[in-house]
Structures are given as C-alpha cells and as structure tokens.
C-alpha cells in the first residue's frame, strides 16, 4: 500500500522555537498534502490543505503566519510551526493523496508527530 | 450539513464478537465514504471504504453497510480480536470538489476483552 512517512515522530523544544515537520510520500507522487491536528480522544481537524507548487488553503481560525507550510515537490510537504508555544503542543499528522479535482483519490496518513513546548 | 455524526463514542465487545459502528452524514453530495483504524501514537491507516452505488462491502472480516436513503452507513467487524482494539473514524469526501478535503466523524474507541 501508499507510504507516508513523517519525520520526526516526536519533538520537544522551548517555548519560541520554531519547529519543522516532514511529510513524504514515498512511493507516490502526492498532488495534494493535508495537515492535521489531534487533540487526545478527539477526532482529526484539518489545519490546511496544500497542492504541489501552490500556496496553501488554510482552514478557518488557523494562523498561517503561525503554520507556514510548503509543498515544493510531489513527494514532500512540511509544516513549519513557528514561534512554538504550550499551548501549540499536539499530535500533528499529515496526509497525501494522488488527488485531482473529481477524482476519489484515498487519502494515506503519516504516523504523525507528537510535539511538545515547554 | 457538512458535518458527519458518529456513534457510540466507544464500545466494549468480547472476544469473537461482532463490533458495530455507525455514522450518519446530512450532505447528499458526499460520494465517497472510508473508514480509518488508529492505535495510540500512530495516524489514521485506511481501513475499508464505499461509494454510495453499492450497498455492502466485504474485505475480510470487515465490512461496510450503506444506506443511501437514510444517509448512513456502518462499520461491521465480525469475530472482533484484541488486535482489533483501536479507535475508528469514519469521513465523507465530496468527489467532485476539488479540495479532496475528508470530513471526519468523532472516532469510536474500540476495545475487545479476551
């Protein structure tokens, strides 16, 4: 099946660091990148959406200046959360789909990342 | 009307039994419909999915059952084993658009007793 591989699978840093995450996908070329956030025992909320060479769609209430995100390649997204601060602490997982508009495309997670601010 | 509501939030079942999981979405144009299988510290793996053309899918000894009429569909997991322990999702995904964006229902934790 699909592989998505992120790294790293966990982070802890001071607070105002920032901190990179990467999204590959490594035996498909990935048109289409999501990210997402968990909180425990909830469900996933999607912070933005990203296509290869194009800027990203963010989802309503997410900062962008605060998650910058890049999709410069078919194989490789990252989420770059800047300034990190506690409360920015999370589970955050990426997914790649081969996408296109109509098309049912399934969507393959990364085993996230577990990032941690003190 | 984007939303997808899924239920019970979590579900104990012994060893051998069959789990249920249901899910009910309100907008019409959703046309395709996985469910994901999480364990702790892992993301979502794609488990099994459905478009509304069919009513029942079978892979293994999981399987969909969807009702377009009434706009739900369900996860089945016949003779449940421990391994099965984990939390499900179930998501809508409108083809059509081009976002590819998946809607999410609020996952139900599994857990089966030996």
């Known amino acids: 099946g699909a592989v998505v591989s992120q790294h790293p699978s966990w982070v802890i840093c001071k607070s105002g660091t920032s901190v990179k995450i990467e999204c590959r996908s490594l035996?498909?070329?990935?048109?289409?990148m999501f990210w997402y956030r968990q909180f425990p025992k909830q469900s996933l909320m999607l912070m933005a959406t990203s296509n290869e060479g194009s800027k990203a769609t963010y989802e309503q209430g997410v900062e962008k200046d605060k998650f910058l995100i890049n999709h410069a390649s078919l194989t490789l997204s990252t989420l770059t959360v800047t300034s990190a601060h506690p409360e920015d602490s999370s589970f955050y997982i990426c997914?790649?789909?081969?996408?296109?508009?109509?098309?049912?495309?399934?969507?393959?997670f990364g085993d996230g990342t577990r990032l941690s601010i003190l | 009307q984007q939303q997808v509501k899924q239920s019970p939030q979590s579900l104990i079942v012994q060893k051998g039994g069959i789990s249920i999981i249901n899910c009910a979405y309100e907008n019409t144009a959703f046309d395709y419909f996985p469910w994901y299988q999480q364990f702790p510290g892992k993301g979502p793996a794609l488990l099994i999915a459905?478009?509304?053309?069919?009513s029942e899918k079978k892979e293994g000894r999981f399987t969909i059952s969807f009702n377009k009429s009434a706009k739900q569909f369900s996860l089945h997991i016949m003779d449940s084993q421990p391994g099965d322990s984990a939390t499900y999702f179930c998501?809508?995904?409108?083809?059509?658009?081009?976002?590819?964006?998946?809607?999410f229902g609020q996952g139900t934790t599994l857990q089966v007793k030996p």
């Open positions: 997914s790649a789909s081969r996408g296109g508009k109509g098309s049912n495309q399934p969507q393959h």
């Open positions: 998501a809508a995904l409108r083809g059509s658009s081009n976002t590819g964006k998946l809607i």
């Open positions: 459905i478009r509304p053309d069919v």
């Open positions: 035996d498909f070329q990935a048109t289409t």
